[in-house]
């Protein structure tokens, strides 16, 4: 057991053990540090999708989990799990209140608004254990523009990039710079905030819309324009009090709506890991090149991170890993995946971190391949059509290491109907991720809703091809 001991901290252990350094001198690992352990918890995760449904699954299957309960829920996490109502889930002051009345002893956070208004912060001050960063942390997701100027002062591979206040400058940077660029809204819009565009009227547009029209309100008043990167993208995942962490294995999601990446960005169709494209020695250069700078420059700038460290990465052709952005809170699809994959306590690792003593660094314990499809409904993303009856569920849960995770599912009258547009996340595990994959198409085959629509071809860049998806049965009868 071990843990992180940055370099300007008078109490580390007499034995420390050297790892990577993170730019200004090594970090050390403190050896023999005791771990706590707790028992008989009851855990309230806040959220209402498959990551949330995921999460509560795994937790439920701990032996030191007394109960679950999920707010406000859907309806898979409804049946399966404890469940109270909770009106605002971004409101600091309801989710504490909630924390308290349930007398939980961890909230756990799924979604990133919550945690950029500082309900984990109002959490901690009720003297409630909370998994997932204060306000002052969580701005590395909710302002772009502060993770730029973050990863600068610390050194991470990010993208070249201005940030604009003023739309007149905007136009002209993008004048200036010409060629494809990305414009990133500073602020959270739901993952709509960010134009790939691949020519400067493009880039004029996306300004004129974010700064000038205020298509996302105040959280356009600020735009950061970066240069585009090439190469193909992961999601590496981190466990972390701040000090001790556990890198989770990569996963690759796939964002865009139809088979071949093509159509419009979603907040994706489906995920598979550990995604070959980060192998052992990508990962070991993600560690020291993103993951231990960005610890070192959390403890630097003296914010306290408990809580899981997103990294979306663009791993460039010749396998460097830069920085596209740093969530506070776990991905959807991916946490299906990593869910199935971790062969470790989830919820002491979480209790761990929420209550500062992870005495671990390296890489979480993980077995076999996992593959989650999400199975979308007609509209999505732009108007998905809700209230469509959902038929199947039990038969295709009952494919072998299958999961039907449910994100936008609401119970009318004893029957599960669609209730948003991504409907469901059926996850699957394998000794290979083929095997996952088959499994997981087989049981999306035995699923119907009016409009279901769901990519093919998850997992097919590792798979070398066009992915093995079946085709669904069609209508309800
Ligand atoms: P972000 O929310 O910053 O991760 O951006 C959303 C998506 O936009 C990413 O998942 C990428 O597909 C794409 N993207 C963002 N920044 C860049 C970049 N600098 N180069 C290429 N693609 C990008
Ligand atoms: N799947 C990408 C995200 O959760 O942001």
Redesign the pocket.
């Known amino acids: 057991m071990a843990a992180l001991c940055f370099p300007d901290q008078a109490s580390c252990g007499t034995n420390p053990a050297q790892v990577h350094g993170g730019g200004s001198g090594p970090l050390q690992i403190m050896l023999g540090a005791t771990t706590m352990t707790a028992s008989n918890l009851r855990v309230l995760v806040i959220g209402s999708g498959a990551?949330e449904h995921a999460l509560g699954t795994k937790l439920a299957t701990s032996e030191r989990v007394a109960e679950v309960i999920v707010a406000p829920g859907n309806g898979g996490t409804r049946r399966e799990l404890g469940w109270a109502p909770l009106a605002n889930a971004d409101d600091p002051t309801a989710v504490a209140a909630l924390a308290r009345e349930l007398e939980v002893d961890l909230v756990i956070f799924g979604p990133e608004a919550p945690l950029v208004r500082g309900a984990a912060d109002a959490v901690r001050n009720a003297g409630i254990l909370a998994f997932g960063p204060g306000a002052a942390g969580a701005r590395l997701e909710g302002s772009k523009a502060f993770f730029k100027e973050f990863a600068v002062r610390h050194g991470l591979p990010t993208a070249p990039f201005r940030v604009f206040t003023e739309a007149g400058e905007a136009h002209r940077y993008i004048e200036e710079r010409g060629g494809p660029l990305v414009v990133k809204a500073d602020g959270l819009c739901a993952?709509k905030g960010v134009v790939v565009a691949a020519t400067p009227d493009e880039a004029h547009e996306a300004v004129a819309q974010m700064m000038e029209r205020r298509f996302f309100g105040e959280a356009g008043s600020t735009v950061v324009i970066e240069d585009v990167l090439e190469g193909a993208e992961a999601?590496v995942h981190v466990i972390t009090d701040g000090r001790g962490y556990l890198v989770l294995p990569p996963v690759q999601?796939h964002?865009r709506l139809l088979d071949g990446d093509r159509g419009p960005n979603t907040?994706?169709m489906g995920?598979y890991g550990p995604a070959s494209l980060l192998d052992e020695r990508g990962m070991a250069r993600v560690v020291q090149r993103v993951v231990e700078p960005t610890l070192l420059g959390l403890h630097r700038e003296g914010i306290p991170y408990r809580g899981v460290l997103?990294f979306?990465l663009m791993v460039t052709p010749g396998g460097d890993p830069m920085i596209l952005e740093i969530?506070a809170r776990?991905?959807?699809?991916?946490t299906g995946v990593l869910v199935a994959l971790l062969d470790e306590d989830l919820a002491e690792l979480l209790h761990q971190a929420a209550s500062g003593s992870l005495e671990r660094v390296g890489e979480a314990r993980v077995h076999g391949h996992a593959a989650a499809v999400v199975l979308a409904s007609e509209g999505y993303p732009f108007s998905p059509r809700k209230g469509q009856a959902i038929v199947g569920l039990e038969e295709a849960s009952e494919v072998e290491l299958t999961y039907v995770l449910h994100a936008g599912t609401e119970e009318q009258a004893g029957a599960l109907v669609t209730a948003g547009g991504r409907v469901l996340c059926v996850t699957s595990q394998g000794d290979t991720l083929k095997e996952a994959v088959v499994r997981a198409y087989e049981a999306c085959a035995r699923i119907r809703f009016a409009g279901m629509q769901f990519r093919r071809d998850i997992g097919y860049r590792a798979l070398g091809g066009a992915g093995v998806g079946v085709a669904p049965r069609q209508g309800l009868s």
Request: charge should be negative; hydrophobic fraction near 20%; aromatic fraction near 12%.
């Open positions: 990551r993952g999601s999601d964002k907040g994706g995920a997103f979306g969530n776990f991905g959807d699809p991916e």
